[in-house]
C-alpha cells in the first residue's frame, strides 16, 4: 500500500493521504471537505488535465434527459462518488462537440 500524501484532485487546496489508484501509477488524492462534498453533488474529475466539476445532484438528475442515465444517477444519490473522465471541455472542446454532435445526429435518426 503506498503511504503518500498528496494534494487534493478536486480543490487543489489541501494535502491529504486519502487515495486511489485509478490506473498503474496513476494516484487520485481527495480530502475529507471533498468527500463530503460527493453527499450532496456529482464530482467529475477530468484524467487528462485534472480539472474537477462539482454539480448539485438534484439539478444534474432534473436536466437529464436520458431515462436510462437518470435511472443510474437516481440510484447513486445517496452515494459519495467522484467520477474519472477521459476528457473535458477544458482540455479537447472539439472533440467533446463532436462527440455532442455525433449524440444529436443518432438521436435525431
Known amino acids: 500500500m503506498n503511504d503518500s500524501i498528496g494534494k487534493c484532485n478536486i480543490c487543489k ?3 491529504t493521504s486519502t487515495h486511489v489508484e485509478v490506473a498503474p501509477g496513476i494516484l487520485v ?5 471533498c468527500l463530503e462534498k460527493a453527499k450532496d453533488n456529482f464530482i467529475w474529475l477530468c484524467m487528462s488535465c485534472g480539472k474537477a466539476y462539482l454539480r448539485p445532484k438534484k439539478l444534474v ?3 437529464v434527459k436520458d431515462y436510462e442515465l437518470k435511472r ?3 440510484l447513486c444519490e445517496d452515494m459519495q462518488i467522484i467520477q474519472g473522465i477521459d476528457m473535458c471541455i477544458s482540455c479537447n472542446p472539439e472533440k467533446i462537440l463532436d462527440y455532442m454532435e455525433a449524440q444529436q445526429t443518432a438521436m435525431e435518426c
Open 13 to 15: 487546496d489541501v494535502y
Open 29 to 33: 488524492y481527495v480530502c475529507g471537505s
Open 61 to 63: 438528475i432534473n436536466r
Open 72 to 74: 443510474a444517477y437516481m
